[in-house]
Nanobody, 116 residues
C-alpha cells in the first residue's frame, strides 16, 4: 500500500497561489498514475487533477473547475507530486488529498482555505 503525505496547504486570499506537495513512499510516482482530490465540508470528495505514469506519456487531466488555474507535476528524483494552484477562489476551499489511481490508502490531506 502506498504511503502518501500531503503538505503545503494554508490560508490565502482570493487570487493568491499555493503549491501542494505529496511525498510518496513504498511506490514510485513516475511509474504510477497519481491524482489530487479535494473534499469540502458537506460535499463528496472530487478528483481535481491527475497525471499518467511516465511510460504512458505523463498526460495530465483536470476538472473543468480548475483548468488553466491548477497544474499537476511530478519530481521523480524526490518521488513527489505537486499541485500548483493559481488564481485561487473561495470555492477552492477544501481539504486536498493525493492518491494513486486506482486508490490506495488515504493520507491526512492538507487544508486549503481561500478567503474572499
Amino acid at each position: 500500500q502506498a504511503q502518501l503525505v500531503e503538505s503545503g496547504g494554508g490560508l490565502v486570499q482570493a487570487g493568491g497561489s499555493l503549491t501542494l506537495s505529496c511525498l510518496a513512499s513504498t511506490i514510485i510516482v513516475s511509474d504510477s498514475s497519481m491524482a489530487w482530490y479535494r473534499q469540502a465540508p458537506g460535499k463528496q470528495r472530487e478528483l481535481v487533477a491527475s497525471i499518467d505514469p511516465v511510460f504512458s506519456g505523463s498526460a495530465a487531466n483536470y476538472a473543468d473547475s480548475v483548468k488553466v488555474r491548477f497544474t499537476i507535476s511530478r519530481d521523480n528524483a524526490k518521488n513527489t507530486v505537486y499541485l500548483q494552484m493559481n488564481n485561487l477562489k473561495p470555492e477552492d476551499t477544501a481539504r486536498y488529498y493525493c492518491n494513486t489511481l486506482p486508490n490506495h490508502n488515504w493520507g491526512q490531506g492538507t487544508q486549503v482555505t481561500v478567503s474572499s
